[in-house]
């Protein structure tokens, strides 16, 4: 009931209307040198990136009705094999990670649906989406021919097909989904495997075809995808940079058009703008293109500990669906005019002859005629200043760098530079948490070696050590000074990400990698006592790598301790994998009792957590937090992790790269933000003060060592 309520209040009738229409799918899917072929009908599809875990179920009938209003035909998203088994053997679809209703919520749209399956994805996505435990099984190497891999992949890539056909999605079984992919981007680095990359490319189509989805599969980024398997093209430009499929019987497919980019911590945003996302596309469509999915259409967020190394919590808030799931303009609504102008001739691009000839010096014509009168054109541009051209003998006025479609060959229906929509998100402020009096603090205890269990008499790397089970590890070790020297220097090697020395309780340095480079040297001042001294290094990664060949070897974590010369790399090391905050869940309602919570002191530390509560605001508008005043972190809302925080690692421009965190979760009756079409306000709560009654419970945990948190 209450969902229908909802459903009405944001959607016109035409809408219910076709999503009761939509479902009723059939036949199967093929294709030609031309095109997909679904249900008997080439199609120009054009096709969106929406990947369910980075958004709430609640969200998903919102964007996917957004998405469809934008022109798009198709949804396309990755499988995370790393959400679905997080321990071998245990698989999980509830909640976010709950695929099947992903899908047959666009089915009920009447949209079709790409399936990703990977099952490595990279995807900005911890360790490319591959399990962690897959890195213990003996003798693997990922990505390449090599047995353990192969069957890992081979029971995965089943088990997913399985889901799908147990629940009739495939296009051949009546479902939407009417394309799959194996593998992803491998053509980066099938170099580095040698003649196994070949081997394992060819193994990997045939075992794909093998699952007999009864749709089509793809390779992007594989120039020589094996047959059936289709080659299709990543990237900004393709209507540029792609070669082309590799047969004749192939059809051009850009499976990523990159409508922005994702950021890292320290990055500056990359704006992409709607001009130039048009430009590629039209270009692309006049080139015989019949397939371009936008990367991504909604970004949204990474949740808990999703994100791969150094990249933000915020994903591709650039895209024509913000992060929040608001139209973001002028976007959304300038692809969803182009959209509209190649559809609307689309029965010639697909059945016409393509012919091309130049205009000028960089001006060119792209003509689509059929064998009745029929006739569609391209006019492109591809200078930085406006020029008249002459076609058909008629003169047309072409805006630099810009592409005019003429649906009909005469009449102009849309100019790829020329943008009528004009972005107007705004923000409302809804809560200060400026005053001291109702944060609780709790400050996280540092281990010396004595607190430690886990020892080694060496340094261990992270990643095999802490599994991905926190992003915080412990290094401790001790040793005797009988004459400390004030001008001991101790220097500390590490392969990433982020580290932070303490001597005996003491802060006395932190340090940390970039995505460009996530090793770094940190060299400190010792301040020893005579006698005994605990040394301890938290060590923190911030995400997983998720890019590269022999993922299985990459490494994080301390790499070598010297003092004053005197290597300590192979000493009797302490570890502690995690922080106790952690291990007792205090961030949960039945964990936060665990430990004793103190006031809040003027004067704060690093490695200190903090919760407060605060009262939702009514409405359905998303709420975001404002964490500019904290350090580097982590947030929960009611038991939820929203993500990691790293304000205090700014930009170049000296800005921080994000500074607003989702809060989803806080919603008391719905979790989602806003269905309403033209509303386009979040509200903010700037995380400073106390104070609210009941609902939304904030748990922060600060690690960062130079700023003051709230
Ligand atoms: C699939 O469609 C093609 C034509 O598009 C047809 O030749 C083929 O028989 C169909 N296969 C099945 C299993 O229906
Ligand atoms: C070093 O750690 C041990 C064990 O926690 C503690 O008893 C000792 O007092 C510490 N030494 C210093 C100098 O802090
Ligand atoms: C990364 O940083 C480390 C430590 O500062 C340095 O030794 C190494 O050369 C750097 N690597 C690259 C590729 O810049
Ligand atoms: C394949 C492809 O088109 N790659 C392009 C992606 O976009 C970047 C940035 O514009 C280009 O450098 C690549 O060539």
Known sequence: MVKVWWWRRCFPLAFILTAFIGGAYGGNVTYDGRSLIVDGQHRILFSGSIHYPRSTPQMWPNLIAKAKEGGLDVIQTYVFWNLHEPQQGQYNFRGRHNIVRFIKEIQAQGLYVTLRIGPYIESECTYGGLPIWLHDIPGIVFRSDNEQFKFHMQRFAARIVNVMKSANLYASQGGPIILSQIENEYGNVEGAFHEKGLSYIRWAAQMAVGLQTGVPWVMCKQDNAPDPVINTCNGMQCGTTFKGPNSPNKPSLWTENWTSFYQVFGGVPYIRSAEDIAYNVALFIAKRGSYVNYYMYHGGTNFDRIASAFVTTSYYDEAPLDEYGLVRQPKWGHLKELHAAIKSCSKTLLYGTQTSFSLGSRQNAYVFKSSSTECAAFLENNEDRSVTIQFQNIPYQLPPKSISILPDCKSVAFNTAKVRTKNDRSMKSYLQFNSAEKWKVYKEAIPSFDDTTLRANTLLDQISTAKDTSDYMWYTFRFNDNSPDAQSIL????????????????????????????????????NLIKGMNNISFLSATVGLPNSGAYLEHKIAGLSRVKVQGRDFTNQAWGYQVGLLGEKLQIYTASGSSKVQWERFQSSTKPLTWYKTTFDAPEGNDPIVLNLDSMGKGYTWINGQGIGRYWVSFQTPRGTPSQKWEPTSSARRRNWEPTCNHSGHSLHHITVKDTHYEETGMIYLLNMDAESAGV
Not at 493 to 517: D, E, K, M, P, Y
Request: aromatic share 6%; net charge positive; hydrophobic share 35%.
């Open 491 to 526: 220097s500390a090697h590490s392969q990433g990400h982020v580290l932070h020395t303490f001597i005996n309780g003491n802060l006395v340095g932190s340090a940390h990698g970039s995505h460009r480079n996530a090793s770094f040297v940190m060299e400190n001042k010792l």
